[in-house]
């Protein structure tokens, strides 16, 4: 897998957890633990998304 199909891909997963956390915090009946465990999921899909994009190219 190339670089940027693996940026793009992990792109997508960040941008489905930010929705699966806007639902979440929107609906009364979710628990604060599933609100948590998507926000730092969401997080470690960033930071990989920051490390991947910080790593120089090899040409």
């Given at each position: 897998?190339?670089?940027?199909?693996?940026?793009?891909?992990?792109?997508r997963k960040h941008g489905d957890?930010?929705?699966?956390?806007?639902?979440?915090?929107?609906?009364?009946?979710?628990?604060?633990?599933?609100?948590?465990?998507?926000?730092?999921?969401?997080?470690?899909?960033?930071?990989?998304?920051?490390?991947?994009?910080?790593?120089?190219?090899?040409?």
């Open positions: 897998m190339s670089l940027a199909s693996h940026l793009e891909e992990l792109q957890v930010e929705r699966q956390l806007d639902e979440a915090m929107n609906h009364p009946s979710i628990d604060d633990l599933e609100i948590l465990a998507l926000k730092r999921r969401k997080l470690a899909l960033k930071d990989e998304i920051e490390k991947l994009k910080a790593k120089p190219t090899q040409h």
